[in-house]
């Protein structure tokens, strides 16, 4: 092992089969650091907070794995060997496996989480350091240290790009990890090819690398059974729908609730009672309105708020602007799905922008009549930034002088500071607020807050529209009463810079 480089004329085969080895260690490495941590925030929220500690546990693993390669001495080959098959198995089978821990052993998640980053990340720590000192026999120091770094950082740009982009979406989660996995367990195969000539006891190291290769190939084909097996057992109910697009995990279930759509694992409706969500998101400041013609949806991609909205004739266009075309287009063109608002979003007044609802708003636009803010609760700091004044400051030069903007915003009674910290931000940036709730089984008390600039008064008699299976002329005005357990309280303005909503929700929904 410490024979001096070889004056070569030019790079030898082990070399180049060695260097294009790091780049898929390293490729593969990053593929599990991201799934742990996209899995991680999608399925216990707060994204920062996911990505950063799952990040940290897994560079300080690959730098404990970087110190105990000094106990390697002898059989290098071998050992790189094994370790390509245990990262192989391990990394691999990690989505899976965090999947499945998630529907059957919830308490068990993190502890299973933090494990396999751990473990993982002290086998890829080890990888590089192993490849390094093997190389050393034929490559100059010099040229070795820039020739290893220059393929492992390209191998983790390569990754960093195609993960979002292209794996994800057309893989899902489970068979991304599995096919690094094959991509570990194939390096270990090259390695073996390479230093059959070193390796003792090569039938043992041959029946290893054949049996992970077996078992992450029959993982692989049966991806599908795996995430069905644990999203059944999580969500309860059958689910008709699944895909996981560059901004989240979309589920829809069947079961004696009808239809439910859950986003990251969250629920955001229920076909049995989404009526009443939907009839106090909408008619409140619709019908106080009197005659809007223009108005525009943020968020809502399933179109049930545009149903709502197309029952006033007055409405001569529908701006939807939802972040991921995945929504629109399932609650387009799947017959059962688009059944459920009323086909809404063929109406030719439709017209659908996928775009991010914050980005839009800084662009010069038309103004509204109203604006129906629809976005899920801010689980993260990601959708938090669509709860801060810097949003509302925006949305208030898009609606006109007479016009009303409604936002969906929490439990009032659950999250009564949350509810109240969205109705501070809201007056920080001029605009008065008329805050309400309403009860939605699926739910429980659920909250909305009508802002303008002009103070909310409550619509004639005769305003709302015919047909509606909730709300009424007697009854809206009920929804503005506000008990002493959901009064209000003192809270702080959500800005960019601190997103202290996205803190106090995680509390408050965290004490259930």
Known sequence: MSARPAAASGPQPVEIALLASVFVVAACGLVYELSAAALSS?????????????????????????????????????????????????????????????????????????????????????EIPLVMRILRRNVALKELVSQVLTFDYLGALAVSIAFPLLLVPQLGMIRTGLLFGLM????AVWALW??????????????????????????????????????????????????TSPYQRI??????????????????????DEYRYHEALVHPAMAAHGAPKKVAVLGGGDGMAVREILKYPSVESVTLVELD????RLFTDHETLAALNGGSLKSPKVRIVNTDAFQWLQQPGDTFDVIVVDFPDPTNFAIG??????????????????????????????????FWTVAETLESVGLQVAPYHAHVPSFGEWGYIIASHRPYRLPDAGALPPGLRFL?????PLLFDFPLDMARVPTEVNRLSNQVLVTTYEQEWGKR
């Open 42 to 126: 999608y399925l216990l929220g707060d994204s920062v907070l996911q990505f950063s500690t799952v990040i940290g546990t897994y560079l300080f693993a690959m730098g404990v794995g970087s110190w105990l390669s000094r106990y390697f001495d002898r059989q290098l080959p071998a050992h790189f060997l094994r370790i390509e098959l245990l990262v192989a198995l391990i990394g691999g089978g990690l989505p899976a496996a965090l999947f499945i821990a998630n529907a059957y052993v919830p308490g068990a998640f993190r502890l299973l989480l933090y494990g396999m980053v751990l473990v993982v990340g002290a086998l890829v720590g080890l």
């Open 184 to 187: 570990n367990a194939a390096v």
């Open 194 to 243: 390479l230093f059959r000539h070193e390796l003792r006891r090569l039938g043992a190291h041959a029946l290893a690398c054949a049996l992970v290769l077996l078992a992450l190939a029959a993982a692989f084909v049966l991806a599908d059974r795996i995430t069905t097996l644990a999203e059944d057992k999580f969500y309860q109910d059958r689910i008709v729908f699944s895909a």
């Open 251 to 272: 589920v829809v279930t069947h079961g004696s609730a009808g239809h439910r759509l859950f986003l990251n694992g969250n629920l955001q409706f229920a076909e049995r």
């Open 325 to 328: 075309p995945n929504m629109t």
């Open 385 to 418: 930034k669509l709860y801060t004044n810097s949003f509302y400051a925006l949305l208030d030069k898009r609606l006109s002088a007479s016009g009303y903007a409604v936002i969906q915003t929490t439990s009032p009674l659950i999250a009564r500071k949350s």
């Open 472 to 476: 009424s002329a007697q009854s809206l």
